[in-house]
């Protein structure tokens, strides 16, 4: 089983709101990974989670606040969002980093609206 | 340092014609090199993967890429394209334990 599982599909939220969006895994895989990306682009990479510690920050605004409560699970949570934070977002796992030639497993995503 | 760089933003087929999408890398490390493909508001799906093993590795839906270091290239092919085919398709490389770095991708269209 390859499948990484992302709720919610879409989400429409305000400017005020606090939201979080959910990414799971059970493939036994100890790194996590939030990426971003905006419509015809590849995506970005935000936060990299390597055994429930955050490993890499790719200098994101503190409004973006990533969470990893247990090997299967990581969560990024949302507070004040701006417009241009619209955008797909998208969880990946892999293996664990520091293993070479490691392959990422992308979840379908969630569709983020900022009003 | 590694980098990616895809020779086509937009590549156009017939259905039933071969398709081929170029991928030029540079890597400091022996490189994994990978292609996905995401279709239209979807997530990334692993086409397939080189890791120093054969040089013409084989992937899921009749795609397959050839690994020849001597030109830095990763392009993938496909004997026949299909409707199906049609999405946005990433070329990536990891080199040592650096994150993906992602192609800026194709566009594949098929006409029928």
């Known amino acids: 089983d390859t499948e990484v599982t992302q709720t919610p599909k879409h989400l429409v939220m305000g400017m005020t709101n606090k939201k979080s969006l959910k990414c799971e895994q059970h493939m036994g895989h100890r790194a996590m990974y939030w990426y971003k990306q905006k419509a015809k682009k590849p995506p970005e990479l935000m936060f990299v989670y390597s055994y429930e510690k955050l490993s890499i920050n790719e200098s994101v605004p503190s409004r973006f606040s990533p969470e990893c409560p247990n090997s299967s699970l990581l969560n990024l949570h949302l507070h004040a969002l701006q417009p241009e934070d619209s955008a797909l977002y998208l969880c990946?796992?892999?293996?664990?980093?520091?293993?070479?030639?490691?392959?990422?497993?992308f979840g379908p995503g969630t569709r983020l609206l900022v009003l | 340092a590694q980098s990616v760089t895809q020779l086509d933003s937009h590549v156009s087929v017939s259905e039933g014609t071969p398709v081929l999408l170029r991928c030029n890398y540079s890597s400091s490390y022996s490189p994994s090199l990978f292609w996905y493909v995401q279709h239209p508001n979807k997530g990334l799906q692993l086409l397939l993967k080189?890791?120093?093993?054969?040089?013409l590795v084989k992937g899921i839906n009749g795609f397959e890429a050839e690994f020849k270091k001597s030109e830095t290239s990763f392009h993938l092919t496909k004997p026949s394209a299909h409707m199906s085919d049609a999405a946005e398709y990433f070329c990536v490389v990891l080199g040592g334990n650096t994150p993906l770095v992602f192609g800026k991708g194709t566009r594949l269209s098929v006409i029928a």
């Open positions: 990946a796992s892999s293996l664990g980093q520091g293993l070479p030639k490691e392959t990422q497993y």
């Open positions: 080189y890791t120093s093993a054969a040089t």
